[in-house]
RNA sequence: GGGCAAUUAGCUCAGUUGGAUAGAGCGUCGGCCUCCGGAGCCGAAGGUCGGGCGUUCGAGCCGCCCAUUGCCCA
């Protein structure tokens, strides 16, 4: 849990007087047991209370004290309650109330959040930034899928997790970098090149049978006719050099297709780091020097062993098998010992939930490495395509919806987007094609992003009518006075401290959960008042209301990579099918 | 056989250091357009938080056992 001087660093982002209602209340509550001459607890919560007819915060800090001072928690929480109310000097506080078993709970004057619409007016879409990461070398790396073919939809959960983690983390204030891993070396590699090579002959009439273990999909037969039609006379080339060059036209083919693919999905890596540099660079020996260096490392039946028991593993590891090949774990070992050499105070890895018992093995690498705790892992669980219900298989051969690309085409990136990000990633997800494209109110994306295209067009509207938002400070906004207003205050205010929570937690869906209630408050909102209607001071100060709203969901849509169209029939046009 | 997760309303899911009467969307049923976009709003019904035991003032949350499901490893 963040200290709560973070709370406060992150307030000095904006001018003048710190908003916070959490905060307010803490200093108050904190300055008043001060004065009664009674301690903080360590324990002590404050949090909005589940039901709103309780307040606006909630504090457990009477329960906890009374023990110790031999009190009843109410008369205590009373006592506290007076205290507070005496030295209220600028009326913040509209109520101050002992509640149930000795809950302090307080309710703030609609003065006071006003004060909300300035920092939020103030700070346009860079609203909920804070400073909470102090420029920390956070590097994400995320999809790293084996080039050997299309991205499916799996890959695109990850993608878009990654994606918004690391949106998240640079809006708190981390120096962020993004990284795709290519597994361009090894066994996986060499069956590609085989598998190209061998469509290629099949290709030229030549009667070869399928091997057992080797890439079937249509585009492997693609890449193989493209290359053949590039290079005339590779069936009279040596045979290894006629591999070698199927391995890379295919490998190029496919991870540019990748990039597409992510490209149209919005999601951009600022790195692709090729494993087979590292082979090619000696980072693999390197690292076994330093492993070795640390006596860490045994030779044992001609094999290289890391002893990664010592870290809570059931058995020891090979690195280099006798045969001298590299396995996957000493290239992957080589890669984090790289990727903290460049500097990162902390990295994340986003896996499928497949390789989960591949965790323990890597952290104690990354432990071995002097790096304990540097290293985050989230898994990711896997997606199950249905169409109307009935599961989709997922095989090569199966159904046209099987590539990332195909699901985008069909549903648009931002619906694919927003269903992703709205699960925690470390639950199974059902992906449901019908429905996710469907643009109606079983959709959540669309109801958010159709708040605040709502919101747009009235600002349009009160433009051609020639009615203006409010500034930020004037005294119209006394206007704001209805519960509904004052809820999306509220809203409006926990922002920042969603943000916070979800880049501590790694955790976007936080987010969209959040944008979703907004986006009801403002639904709510506008069907209970009328806005330009309801008199020139009166609608100028609904209007930088429902302005705030407007950017607070912008900013919040953009941490999921999510767009927030001004109009509704902006987005509709990327959901349109493909042809069939 | 061992390990990692999951189990919350008919369905899909929130609920993070243990706190007040467990929430949302969809679906079902019933209401709301002379007015800013009805892709919306309001209301109702719907729960043994998989089961059991324990820890304590208090457990959806923590511990142990069991059941079911998924995955990983031998």
Redesign the pocket.
Known sequence: ?LPAGNLIGRCSFFEGECMKAKQYFEDALRAGLNRMELPWPDKA?IEP???RK?GDY?A?AA??LAGPAKKKPRDLAEAIAAELRAHDAEGQFERIEV???G?L?VTFAPGFWHGILADVSAAGTGYGASDQGHGEHVQVEYVSANPTGPLHIGHGRGAALGDSIARLLKKTGHDVSCEYYINDAGRQMRILGDSVWLRLRQLAGQDIPDLEDFYRGDYIKDIAARVHRQYPDILNMPESQAIDICFREAVDEILAGIKQDLRDFRVGHDVWFSEKSLVDAGRIDEAFADLAARGLTFEQDGALWFKTTEFGDDKDRVLRKSSGELTYFASDIAYHHDKFKRGFDRVIDIWG??H??YVPRMQGAVTALGRQGALTVILVQ?VSLLKDGEQVAMSTRAGKFETLADVVAYVGADAARFLFL???S?????FDLELVRR????N?V??VQ?AH??VH??LA?AKDAGIAPAASGAASLAHLSTPEDLEICRQLERFPDVVASAAQ?L?P??VS?YL?ELA?AL??Y????????AGAEVAAARLLLLSCVATTLAAGLDLLGVSAPE???Q??EDAVPTAG
Not at 439 to 442: H, L, R
Request: cysteine-free.
């Open positions: 849990m919560l209370p589940r039901e309780f909630s457990n329960m906890l509640a149930g078993p809950f709970n939930a497949d989960h018992g896997l709205s699960r925690k470390d639950s199974p997800l059902e643009k109606s109110m079983d959540p669309y109801y159709y295209a709502r067009s009235m509207k937690a955790a869906h936080v959960h979703s009801a639904h709510k506008y069907t209970q008042h009328h806005v330009l209607s109009r509704m029939d987005v509709s």
